[in-house]
């Protein structure tokens, strides 16, 4: 094996070749990650569980009984719930790997290895979390199903690992923005959790996406990636809502473009981190 | 002769100055008003700590370089199965040298040529994480440093018997002790089995008797024809493991070639620092001059000149004082030794009027000696200021910056935590517990 350090290394070289090789410290992560954060809790995974559930059942009380806004005709508690999961995949991955520099100083400065793999992880670890969710959702869905509640789960649903991975993949682009950002600029730490928030809102998570009708606005939310994402998803299951395809390639589109630049910013910002953390 | 296993050719490494210490957007809006605005913008933002190459950093900043340079055209080769050691003072650029080659920063210019599996101990234990069993974090620790699963599986009982860790190893890390702490991070690096190490100061970690076992299997590691390149204060280990050494000063190598020479130079360069002028014919001093500081230096207990000094031992600072008047004694003389840090701060102070100890003079050469029971400074240079006065009212003598104090290493808390001397000077002992 031979090792050649040099001074500016090309901005496009990533060295997958290399990430490979640690294939084993990625298992590692995923797995330390997974039980240290369940130690000495009394619930474990369950925590996983009982924030999107409370959440959708917050979001059914005052969304969908007090203020009333429409979920196309399918029953509230699926409707939310559907678009909650992903969202809090997508959010998951997202601060992960945001925090994968910063958060990780201590051990960085002390070892190298490719950095990517953190950002890496958070994909594998809250897949984890998202398959708990996810097999939650599925037992209220067929006893909405059963209870003879109005949706037609449809030929969509096998795409829904393209969705999942779609997801994943959009996290971790922006993910690896804010991580490389947040070098030099602290205050994105602080940001972050905020501009979550708007963002979710941004999204047809607590309204679909037909309520909006102006082209103009129609246009922008489309632009928001995680929109197909959260459209397709349910309309996959329920056979409602307003899946534009054109949309989910725009998704598609700002997906890779996002993911792409974050690599390369990324790989730019690890290289020499250290020095000015 | 074969290929060497590491080639380092014109190896540079700038940090740049003016950025250092922006990390918020307030601070980059600042840092411009006061360009537009034409102050000096470094004046108003603090540096932040980069270890031991602070020192040489601010004086670059202080002439006013907009870069400095912690390792410059550095070039040299280790041969497979050569015992390569860096010695220096700090800041000299060794960690910065190892940081590259371990390839946790990149350089600014020039390349080396590492050929073969490399495994970097920089510090021992790191990636352990405190909810997880020994065990797992063995695993956890070596594939971090670059070992596959089923390598660690295979060495695993090898690796818990050297650290004698056998009965805890079920047990969650954050209930070990720091000495149980690096003794299985140590284990696990020392069985690395990879072909080029790099090490860090590892020994100062652990008790008298697993340094032994620590140095015993690093002349093991070497002698299974492994490449080692280890950096270290302490040179009798420099010596005794390594065939060559690096000196490396400011940046850049001083000396290289077989350890024992260069090991004895820059012991020797060490004792004379700062004494290119005799402290008895300086002529910066202040006081009346009824008395005189003649010559300052430090020994241990047993009287041996100190050039470096460790935290946590003891030691003897000495005043040689004469009375220079006509009066056979001089009463109620008090003593003060002061150290500054590289900003000019006094970061320590010793004065015999603190402790009611001050000394009548008597006639010839006088010898007030300041007995430190807990040297409790960090790592650094530094630079000492002398004076004595009669009670607190006259000042004597005083001399500023007589001489240089370099305190290195040592193992302060008996964990080899080193304190954070970018941040904090003084180290202290404290217990920590929770109150119910």
């Known amino acids: 094996m031979r090792t050649v350090i040099r001074a500016n290394q090309k901005w496009y070289f990533i060295n997958w070749r290399e990430i490979a090789e640690y294939r084993d410290l990625l298992i590692l992560l995923v797995k330390r990650d997974l039980t240290a954060i369940y130690k000495q809790t009394v619930l474990g995974p369950l925590w996983f569980v009982i924030q999107p559930l409370l959440t959708t059942i917050v979001f059914t009380v005052i969304f969908g009984n007090v203020a009333r806004i429409p979920t196309d005709g399918v029953p509230h508690f699926i409707f939310y719930m559907s678009g909650t999961i992903f969202w809090t995949y997508f959010q998951g991955v997202l601060n992960h790997s945001a925090a994968s520099l910063v958060g990780n100083t201590n051990v960085l400065s002390k070892v190298y290895f490719p950095r990517l793999i953190i950002p890496l992880s958070g994909i594998f670890i809250n897949l984890a979390h998202l398959a708990l969710n996810f097999t939650l959702f599925l037992a209220f869905f067929f006893w909405f199903l059963f209870a003879g509640s109005s949706m037609d789960p449809n030929a969509w649903l096998f795409l829904l690992p393209v969705l999942i991975l779609q997801c994943g993949l959009m996290g971790l682009g922006f993910g690896l923005w804010v991580s490389a950002l947040t070098i030099k600029y602290r205050d994105l730490r602080f940001a972050l959790p905020f501009i979550i928030q708007l963002w979710m809102y941004f999204t047809p998570i607590v309204y679909p996406a037909s309520i909006v009708s102006r082209p103009a606005l129609k246009f922008l939310l489309w632009l928001n990636p995680m929109t197909a994402v959260v459209e397709f998803s349910r309309h996959a299951f329920t056979g409602q809502g307003s899946p534009i395809l054109a949309g989910w390639g725009l998704s598609w589109a700002m997906t890779l473009l996002v993911l792409v630049s974050g690599l390369f910013l990324f790989n730019k910002v690890q290289r020499t981190f250290v020095d000015t953390i | ?436």
């Not at chain 2, 599996?117 to 510090?123: F, G, I, K, Q």
């Not at chain 2, 020994?203 to 390149?229: E, N, P, Y």
């Not at chain 2, 000094?309 to 009463?331: E, N």
């Open chain 2, 1 to 436: 002769m074969s290929e060497p296993a590491i080639s380092i050719r014109n190896l540079s490494k700038c940090y740049r100055l003016g950025t250092i210490g922006r990390h918020t957007l307030v601070d980059e809006a600042q840092y411009w008003w006061h360009k537009i605005r034409g102050k000096d913008p470094r004046e108003h933002f603090a540096k932040v700590g980069h270890g031991a190459t602070d020192r040489r950093r601010v004086e670059a900043e202080k002439e006013g370089n907009p870069e400095f340079w912690a390792l410059k055209d550095v070039s040299f080769d280790v041969q497979p199965g050569e015992v390569i050691g860096i010695i220096g003072r700090n800041g000299a650029g060794k960690s910065t040298l190892l940081k590259i080659l371990t390839r946790i920063t990149e350089p600014t210019s020039g390349e080396a040529v590492i050929d073969g599996r490399v495994a970097s101990l920089l510090e021992v234990g790191t990636g352990f994480h405190p909810e997880l069993t020994g065990r797992e974090n063995v695993f956890m620790n070596g594939t971090i440093l670059g070992m596959k699963s089923r390598e660690i599986a295979a060495k695993f009982d090898e690796v818990v018997a050297f650290s004698e860790m056998e009965k805890f190893i079920d047990t969650p890390v954050k209930r070990y002790s720091s000495g149980m702490y690096v003794r299985l991070a140590f284990a696990v690096a020392a069985h690395l089995d990879p072909e080029i190490l790099l090490i860090d100061e590892v020994l100062a970690v652990g008790d008298a008797s697993f340094q032994k076992k620590c140095i015993g299997k690093m002349g093991d590691v070497a002698k299974g024809g492994r490449t080692i390149l280890f950096v270290s204060h302490n040179m009798a280990a420099v010596e005794n493991l390594c065939s060559r050494a690096v000196w490396l000063e400011n940046g850049g190598i001083r000396m290289i070639g077989d350890s024992a020479p260069v090991v004895d130079q820059y012991l020797g360069v060490l004792q004379g620092a700062g004494k290119t002028v005799a402290l008895q014919d300086r002529a910066d001093r202040q006081g009346s001059g009824r008395a005189r500081i003649l010559d300052f230096y430090i020994t241990d207990m047993e009287g041996r000149r100190k050039a470096v000094l460790s935290p946590g031992k003891k030691y003897c600072f000495h005043l040689i004082c004469r009375i220079m008047t006509a009066d056979r004694q001089l009463s109620n003389v008090s003593a003060a030794i002061a150290l500054h840090d590289h900003k000019n701060d006094m970061i320590w102070l010793v004065n015999s009027n603190f402790t009611n100890e001050n000394q009548t003079l008597a006639e010839g050469n006088n010898d007030i000696v300041c007995h430190i029971v807990d040297f409790n400074v960090a790592e650094g240079i530094y630079s000492a200021s002398v004076s004595i006065g009669q009670g607190s009212i006259e000042a004597l003598d005083s001399i500023y910056n007589a001489a240089e104090v370099d305190v290195q290493g040592g193992d302060y808390f008996g964990t080899g935590a080193k304190g954070t001397p970018a941040a904090c000077k003084i180290l202290t002992r404290a217990h920590w517990e929770l109150s119910r």
